[in-house]
């Protein structure tokens, strides 16, 4: 079976992050037999630059008829003025919500080789592997009234909604529920229950969900305080799952205790499991096209997509592997080099191939 994969590299770093990826899925095609089909599409800043909107309708169509979606990352100062919905963000946004990809799964896992690059003390890191499980269709990011109105005293105001039915805790709730049993069993709720009704469905429905699976153990924080202990003791954690916004903020947090947000993924699944892989990273357009992008979140986010779209766990911790042989080897892009010596964007990709074909044997 050929797998059909849509390619977005997206801006900035994103032409350079996915052609690393590529390269690693060009050596599964030659050595180990996966057959594989890419359909390159603009998006964000590229669509809008070809096709004058930063989700072309081409692009769309491609995404809908693929197997899965590579994402690179997209944005960059030139498009900071466009109106709102011409704006590169905007692409990924409605990306996410024509696809419905609801279930946004970000790992943090601290690779022990990467221990001293976190800026928290090794013991508290050490072994880290936190699932953040992020709603990613609903809540503030999508609620609609939003916008900038003049008041009658002529002053402006800017106004958004946060909303959250029923249908969209439960479904969030019982993909983190399904991932918590693949793993530790632990769930942490996250919600400001203490001051928003919205949290308060929410505590409510996640509690209720809770009720069909007795072998995970549910617990709730407060986000501010969820947001303080994962800097005071993030070991504490299995799987946390929270609301878009608040999943945002706490995912680039996780990210940080790992070393660099340039070593993690992402998976944004459908119901079906359908999804869109990207790096956590944005598109850095202060170091775009200089050979200095960390491509390892997009390789890993590749692995992702091999084991919960398309069916290769075994290709899938094939390419995990790759990565930690890469790292055994000492082998570092700037941003988890400390200062070190370091290799380019490209010299990393060439790494993890090396190591892929000699673990084919
Ligand atoms: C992310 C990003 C996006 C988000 C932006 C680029 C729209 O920060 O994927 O975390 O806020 O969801
Ligand atoms: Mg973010």
Redesign the pocket.
Known sequence: MTNKIAVLAGDGIGLEIVAEALKTLQCLQQDFGFSVELEPAAIGGAGYDQFGKPLPDETLAVCRQADAILFGA??GPQYDRLERDLR??KG??NL?SALALFS?LRPAILYPQLASASSLKPELVAGLDIMIV?E?TGGI?FGQPRGIRVLENGERQGFNTLVYAEHEIERIARSAFDISMLRNRRLCSVDKANVLEVSELWREVVTRVAGDYPDVELSHLYVDNASMQLVRAPKQFDVIVTT?LF??IL??TAAMLTGSIGMLP?ASLDSSGKGLY?P?H?SAPDIAGRNLANPLATILSLAMMLRYSLQQAQLAELVETAVGRVLDQGIRTADIAGGGASVGTAEMGDAVVAALRKLGG
């Open positions: 997209i944005g590169p963000e990924l946004l996410r946004n992020r990613l990011y878009n999943g945002d995912s680039d992402s990207e956590v944005g």
